[in-house]
């Protein structure tokens, strides 16, 4: 996905050349892709990622055939096309410290996140002998820049809303990634809670999946979560990673946001559900194969949320 960087951003006139401006791929970059790809006809497909000023740049220079008329067999290659990150004093907001690096960006987010985990869960993370928040603050703030700067288009530039450098307020900041992060933590907590049961004897074991009685899962939230997230998954991944073609036969994008976007509608039903329905009821013979059906459902989700999180290399949390 598209970072953060130190390059000043493309103004609306078009790139702006100085000493530090790279020079466009010419005439030899693309006689030494045509050589490549002759050389190793194993490849199917070659994807040039690069950032939006520099699409026509590459294209131009995998379709300009050499001196002897050899192409690069271009059918064969697909650019990817970045746009850029915008943070505040970047033609953002005119008041706010300018942010000039990625390093700048992940250190406040990882402020803004070690400050809300310390107001909500500092008393219960000392009182469990937690004392990795930093850790927990860095992953939680990866998640939030990961959805960020991928909920968004590919070709389309990312504004990301930061305070100042010695603000933690989170104001304008989008946290669909951190309240991902949150859900599935909730369900960790909700599943040891359930293992911690069986270990001490107060439920029996989980019988085999085959004699769990889904008949009982009978609440309309239960079969939102199957039909709606469990099933479909194979077949959202399927569409995420499919190219798309924009305005060229060359340039596609990876419609990544549908990851994204199944998540954190995934995080939201689970949570409506979780806050209403009570998973691990009294110990009694007769709500057990109930308990045993909405533990499975549960494990079931957890999973997709797992495989899609590490679809955007992303390491969950399983406890806060």
Known sequence: ?????????????GPVASEDTPTPPGGSEALEVASVMSSHSSISDVVHVVGQRWSYAVQQAVA?????????????CRVVAVGGVYCNGMGVS???DQITSLSEVVSIRTRQMHSVYSLRYGRTA????????????????????????????LNCPVK???????????????????????????????????QRHVERGEYPPPPPM??????????????????????PYPMMVGEAATFRPTHSSMNVTVPLKKVCLFLTRLSHAFSSYYSRVKILLAPEPHLMPLIHAR?????????????GLALLAIDPIDNL
Not at 67 to 76: E, F, I, L, R, T
Not at 131 to 137: E, G, H, P, S, W
């Open 1 to 13: 996905g598209p970072v953060a960087s130190e390059d000043t951003p493309t103004p609306p006139g």
């Open 64 to 76: 300009t055939p050499d001196a002897g008329g050899v192409k690069s067999p271009h059918d064969q």
């Open 94 to 96: 005119k008041n706010a």
């Open 126 to 153: 000392a009182a469990k002998g937690v004392t990795d928040d930093q850790d927990v603050a860095r992953k939680m703030a990866e998640a939030v820049m990961k959805f960020e700067m991928l909920s968004a288009d």
């Open 160 to 194: 990301m809303e930061l305070p100042s450098s010695s603000s933690t307020d989170d104001s304008g900041t989008r946290l669909d990634g951190s309240f991902v992060m949150y859900n599935y933590a909730r369900m960790s907590t909700l599943l040891s809670q359930y």
């Open 210 to 231: 085959e004699d769990v009685d889904f008949s009982l899962l009978s609440d309309m939230e239960e079969w939102n979560l199957l039909w709606g997230y469990v099933l």
């Open 295 to 307: 533990v499975l459902l549960m494990k079931t989700v957890q999973q997709v949320m797992k495989n």
